[in-house]
T-cell receptor, first 114, second 110 residues
Framework: ETGVTQTPRHLVMGMTNKKSLKCEQH?????MYWYKQSAKKPLELMFV???????ENNSVPSRFSPECPNSSHLFLHLHTLQPEDSALYLC?????????????FGEGSWLTVV | EDQVTQSPEALRLQEGESSSLNCSYT??????LFWYRQDPGKGPEFLFT???AGEEKEKERLKATLTKKESFLHITAPKPEDSATYLC???????????FGQGTRLTINP
C-alpha cells in the first residue's frame, strides 16, 4: 500500500459541477497539504493542515474548499471552477518536527475543467 | 522573500555523461533543503534532505551537496531511467511549508 493515496487519478468536470478530491495517508503523519502544479510553474501550496487544524491558506479562491476530518484523510471540495483551474492537484503529508519536515506526495489528481 | 531558483531549466545528456544540477536559494533561515524526482504524470518522489552547509548525501548515481547559498545534485554516469524532472525545495524557518523551484527537466539519451 502506497504512503499517500489520492482518488480519483483523473477528473473532468464542467464549470457548474461540484466534485471532491480525496487523499489518505498511511504514514502516521500529523500534517497534510494540498499543492497545485500547473505547466511550467513551481508547485504552489494551497492549504496546510496541522493536527487537523488549517494553519495556512495561501489566498486560494473560495471555489476550493478543504476538509480534514482526521489526521489520515484530506478532501478538496470543488465547485464552479474555471478552465484555468485545470492542473495536477497533489496531496502530501509530513511529520511536523523541529528540523526540516520531509513531505511525501501522492500520485496526484489530474483535473480538467471544461 | 524566500526563493528557490533551479538551473538549467532543461538538460539533455548522453548515457554515461556526468553532470550537475543547481539549486540556488534565499531564505531567512534554513530548516532543510529537499530534492525530489518527478516522472511525467506522477507525484514527486522524495530523494534527499540536507540540513546544514557541507552536508552530502548519496543514492545510487545521485549525490546531493549543500552550501550556504546553493545545492547541487550530481549525476554520475547516468542511465536513460534517470530521465525525469528534478525538484529542489527549501523549508524556511518559522514556516510550515516548503518553497519549490521550477525544476530541471533531465533527459538521458541512450
Amino acid at each position: 500500500e502506497t504512503g499517500v493515496t489520492q482518488t480519483p487519478r483523473h477528473l473532468v468536470m464542467g464549470m457548474t459541477n461540484k466534485k471532491s478530491l480525496k487523499c489518505e495517508q498511511h504514514l502516521g503523519h500529523n500534517a497534510m497539504y494540498w499543492y497545485k502544479q500547473s505547466a511550467k510553474k513551481p508547485l504552489e501550496l494551497m492549504f496546510v493542515y496541522s493536527l487537523e487544524e488549517r494553519v495556512e491558506n495561501n489566498s486560494v479562491p473560495s471555489r476550493f474548499s478543504p476538509e480534514c476530518p482526521n489526521s489520515s484523510h484530506l478532501f478538496l471540495h470543488l465547485h464552479t471552477l474555471q478552465p484555468e483551474d485545470s492542473a495536477l492537484y497533489l496531496c502530501a503529508s509530513s511529520q511536523l518536527r523541529g528540523t526540516g519536515n520531509t513531505i511525501y506526495f501522492g500520485e496526484g489528481s489530474w483535473l480538467t475543467v471544461v | 522573500e524566500d526563493q528557490v531558483t533551479q538551473s538549467p531549466e532543461a538538460l539533455r545528456l548522453q548515457e554515461g555523461e556526468s553532470s550537475s544540477l543547481n539549486c540556488s536559494y534565499t531564505v531567512s533561515g534554513l530548516r532543510g533543503l529537499f530534492w525530489y524526482r518527478q516522472d511525467p504524470g506522477k507525484g514527486p518522489e522524495f530523494l534527499f534532505t540536507l540540513y546544514s552547509a557541507g552536508e552530502e548525501k548519496e543514492k545510487e548515481r545521485l549525490k546531493a551537496t549543500l552550501t550556504k547559498k546553493e545545492s547541487f545534485l550530481h549525476i554520475t554516469a547516468p542511465k536513460p531511467e534517470d530521465s525525469a524532472t528534478y525538484l529542489c525545495a527549501v523549508h524556511p524557518q518559522g514556516a510550515q511549508k516548503l518553497v519549490f523551484g521550477q525544476g530541471t527537466r533531465l533527459t538521458i539519451n541512450p
